[in-house]
């Protein structure tokens, strides 16, 4: 296997270092105005004399910088242009020339040039204030898709791992097209559906702000938004796909279908999706669902509060598909909008997705306290049905005022049954656990934003969440840990254990700024609000006996010289009532926010004919400050203190099973953690060398956070939380630099990340310390060939160390990579994108070697509308995959049984 792999990967890097894209001149040069002050942002175009075609372009950078690179013993013109003056064309002839060209190109003014004019003709790239615009035809090269595709091309974009569309190396906050959002913004959804050749334009929006009123208030620096132009036949018209793929993998028939419908005009947009398949394509992840459940809106984040509701799911979005061996899938999609005049929009949303995943693996985990070790095999079947609504309005009827309202509707069927043997010592304990919850929620935000005059500026946003959950537990078990505490009849052939709960929650969160604008260059932000929340918690545990009869349970057996109940009946109200001041100021390249908190919380707890209660005041500091060396060069500080508060989960102080191993139970009189956050961090874009820098330093610091007190026997475990002294904060460090860079027909890629975690915990009465030091380091090159197969190769190394009361685990997987694209015949394109890994740990008692290799062959005659494929994942047929985690408590290596080898013949429509 090694010596393959060795083979393989040698030939991959010999093929990439043999392609040349031919000699080149390289013509370097400074953009001026007629008094010779650099021009910034300029576009330069180099087009054949002989055709007028395009070959190369670029864009200046701060200081007026460019450089291109000419095909050797040929003409061209070069055209430089800039928002307001005269576009200069200048002939340069690279004939019977060896070395570089430099140059100076002043700009003179346009004659009765008006402001704002826009370009007549088409440039590669237009620049308009925060507003950059790409032409997309002049990108292209052919044989793109999706808008991905495009993406891919443009200078300072990308798609990152994710799947979401990158500006500059960070990831946007939204996708819109033709000014609407495109299901919410979600940038991953619109990189992988819109169709490349329905789009026009990319227009690129820096120092991004949904309220036009508060742009440039606050600190914007690192928000940017995508809006698609489409091509002119794709307005007022219906276009789309409609895709049909079938084949076999593991002796099953294998289906996917993955229609899309799409319709433009100036009034309403429709957009349809759907995805149904058995392949283990996944068309929603966890980070989808997070922002269209309206995630992003956290008001009392902004004021130094944490306070999260608790999501009792059962956390299906979380375990990724390619860790199953059985993924069936269902989901439809749909986003509409419609300005019902120039003052008053309507939008919305609608999913629906059902999906069915089996998951088989085998677990060992090491308990650090009692040192023994559990070999687990698992068999999951897991059902979400899963529906997600979204009614907006926008009203506008002038620059100074603006209303806005979000209604979200989410609802979910989950079911979950479990197979499972533990084995540790002398114990075989055969475990079935089945878990259900159909929880609903419903979100709302009203949003208002009144420019009373140009130095004065109200919002004000109010936020309701309403939440009723009721996760179900069964257990059964051949042998039951907690017998001795909850008081089982134990005369029984398996011990049948059952736990209802019903959690609901109303939250309300209201917040007013008001903004008092200095001058240009500072402002003062003045802010109130208020955080309710009011949560009703009941929970039961009960017994089926082998004739059918129930017994509940009320109350445990003296467990630790106490006694505690097994049912919950809690009546819980948080609430922050806040006042806050900042101040932004501008001098010179610095930019600094100061700003300061001060809070009242209140906490009322009421169970068990007992009430408990907590006042507090806190003043809570922050400090945002950002250096401009220049317009895509900064350097940037940010320090927080957070008070951190939990929901009634930790405060029910009935008992709650977490799993067959796992009882616990909260702390009434549980106090707020307290978070230092210091944040440091450096960026830098250069488009004259195409160079791109991402470096950041975290590091936070918890005093009396909230940990769990348990007590372990054997794998069992009981626990409560509670604050642990301040003598014993959390410490997390982390750090992640990465370096791409563009040059010719390659990009280089380089990207590091560490953390290092300190955390206590108590177990059987003793401090517990534990530490994880994690490493993840990658490096690819790339290839951007117009005619020559592209190829990307590059290399991962991770290495994760866990030390657990003086116990160390180090893991570590090696993944060298590689992936080609070439067209060829005329038609034909072929895919190929391949991984190897060997984990394994320093021990060497833990290893596994595989390969993902997958691949596709396509065909699409010229100008017909008709593509055919064959498409292969896990060409190799890998059996198994592996990882490993860490908690207070236990290490844990997982091998999970994948899907097998999957190939599929799949013909497309586009229209």
């Excluded at 032409?135 to 300072?156: H, Q, T, Y």
């Excluded at 009144?450 to 059964?476: C, M, R, W």
Aim: glycine share 6%; with cysteine; charged share 20%.
């Amino acid at each position: 296997m090694k010596s393959t792999f060795t083979l393989s990967f040698t030939i991959c890097f010999l093929l990439f270092s043999t392609l040349s894209t031919g000699q080149n001149i390289k013509l370097i040069g400074q953009v001026v105005d007629s008094v010779g002050k650099p021009l910034a942002m300029a576009s330069v175009i180099a087009k054949q004399k002989l055709d007028n075609k395009a070959v190369t372009f670029s864009i200046t950078n701060d200081d007026g910088l460019f450089q291109l690179k000419l095909p050797k013993e040929d003409t061209f013109i070069i055209e430089i242009s800039f928002l307001g003056l005269e576009t200069l064309r200048k002939e340069i002839s690279t004939i019977n020339r060896e070395d570089d060209i430099q140059d100076l190109y002043i700009l003179k003014d346009k004659p009765n040039a008006l402001e704002g004019v826009e370009l007549v003709y088409e440039m590669p790239v237009s620049i308009k204030g925060d507003t950059i615009v790409y032409n997309a035809d002049s990108f292209n090269r052919g044989n793109e898709r999706k808008l991905k595709d495009v993406i891919k091309n443009m200078p300072g974009l990308d798609i990152n791992e994710n799947g979401e569309i990158e500006v500059e190396g960070k990831a946007i906050q939204k996708v819109m097209v033709e000014g609407d959002d495109f299901f919410d913004g979600d940038s991953k959804l619109a990189a992988e559906n819109i169709p490349s050749d329905a789009v026009d334009k990319v227009e690129v929006l820096r120092n991004y702000n949904e309220v036009s009123q508060l742009k440039g208030l606050g600190n914007d620096q690192d928000n940017s938004a995508i809006n698609i132009r489409l091509k002119k036949g794709k307005k007022k018209f219906w276009f789309g796909e409609v895709n049909s793929s079938v084949g076999s993998g593991g002796d099953e028939l294998r289906y996917l279908a993955n229609p899309k419908l799409f319709y433009y005009s100036p009034d309403y947009s429709v957009n349809i999706i759907s995805n149904f398949n058995n392949t283990g394509q996944s068309p929603i992840t966890f980070q989808d669902y997070f922002n269209f459940t309206g995630g992003f809106r956290n008001l009392n984040a902004k004021s130094g509060t944490q306070f999260n509701i608790s999501d009792s799911g059962l956390g299906f979005l979380l375990k990724p598909n390619n860790q199953a061996s059985l993924a069936e899938n269902e989901f439809i999609a749909s986003n509409f909008s419609y300005k019902y005049n120039k003052k008053l929009n309507f939008s919305g949303f609608g999913i629906f997705s059902g999906n069915r995943t089996g998951y088989d693996s085998q677990t060992t985990r090491n308990y650090i306290v009692t040192e023994e070790i559990e070999n687990i095999t698992t068999d999951t079947d897991q059902q979400n049905n899963l529906g997600i609504i979204k009614l907006s309005t926008l009203y506008k009827p002038n620059a100074n005022f603006q209303l806005d309202y979000d209604g979200f509707l989410n609802m979910s069927t989950q079911s979950e049954n479990t197979t499972r043997l533990s084995q540790f010592s002398d114990v075989n304990n055969n475990i079935t656990e089945v878990k259900d919850n159909d929880p609903i929620s419903v979100n709302q935000n009203l949003n208002a934003y009144y420019t009373l005059s140009e130095k004065n500026i109200f919002s004000g946003q109010i936020q309701h969440q309403y939440k009723d959950e009721d996760p179900f537990y069964n257990a059964v078990l051949d042998e039951l840990p907690f017998d001795d505490i909850i008081g089982t009849d134990m005369n029984q052939s398996v011990f049948n254990m059952n736990q209802n709960r019903r959690i609901k929650t109303n939250k309300m969160d209201a917040l007013l700024d008001y903004y008092r604008v200095l001058n240009k260059k500072s402002n003062l932000n003045f802010s109130t609000g208020i955080t309710y929340s009011h949560q009703q918690f009941n929970s039961n545990i009960f017994q089926i006996l082998d004739n059918g009869t129930q017994i509940d349970f009320e109350e445990s057996n003296e467990f630790n010289d106490e006694i505690f109940p097994l049912e919950n009946d809690v009546n819980y109200r948080f609430t922050d009532v806040f006042l806050g001041v900042r101040y932004k100021f501008v001098k010179g390249n610095f930019t600094a926010t100061p700003g300061v908190s001060l809070h009242n919380y209140n906490l009322e707890t009421a169970q068990q004919n007992l009430t408990t209660s907590l006042n507090e005041w806190k003043l809570l500091p922050e400090l945002f400050a950002i250096y401009n060396f220049r317009r895509t060069e900064s350097i940037r500080f940010n320090y927080r203190m957070t008070a951190e508060y939990t929901d009634v989960n930790n405060y029910a102080v009935g008992a709650i099973f977490n799993n067959y191993n796992s009882l616990f139970r909260g702390n009434r009189f549980l106090e707020n953690a307290l978070a230092n956050s210091y944040t440091l961090s450096y960026f830098n874009f250069n488009m004259f060398n195409y160079v791109n820098i991402n470096a950041n330093l975290n590091y936070t610091k918890r005093v009396n956070g909230i940990k769990q007190n348990a007590v372990v026997e054997e794998i069992n475990q009981v626990t409560n939380p509670i604050n642990i002294s301040s003598n014993f904060p959390d410490e997390t460090y982390s750090a992640f630099g990465s370096f791409s860079k563009r040059f010719k027909k390659y990009q280089l890629k380089t990207s590091a990340r560490v953390n290092y975690n300190n955390f206590n915990n108590i177990f059987n009465s003793e401090i517990t310390g534990s530490e994880s030091f994690t490493q993840n380091y990658q490096m690819s090159i790339r290839t951007n060939f117009g005619e020559w197969p592209n190829l990307e190769v590059g290399y991962n190394y991770i290495r994760n160390r866990y030390d657990n009361a003086n116990t160390s685990s180090t893991f570590i997987t090696e993944r060298p990579f590689a992936n080609m694209q070439y067209e060829f015949w005329n038609g034909f394109e072929f895919e190929a994108d391949w991984s190897y890994y060997n984990y394994k740990d320093v021990d060497d008692t833990v290893r596994n070697e595989y390969a993902f290799l997958s691949s596709s062959l396509r065909y699409q005659k010229p100008d017909s509308r008709w593509i055919y494929s064959i498409d292969v994942t896990n060409l190799l047929n890998v059996q198994s995959i592996n990882n490993d985690s860490f908690n207070q408590n236990f290490n844990t290596t997982n091998e999970f049984f994948v899907l097998p080898r999957i190939v599929m013949a799949t013909i497309r429509y586009e229209f």
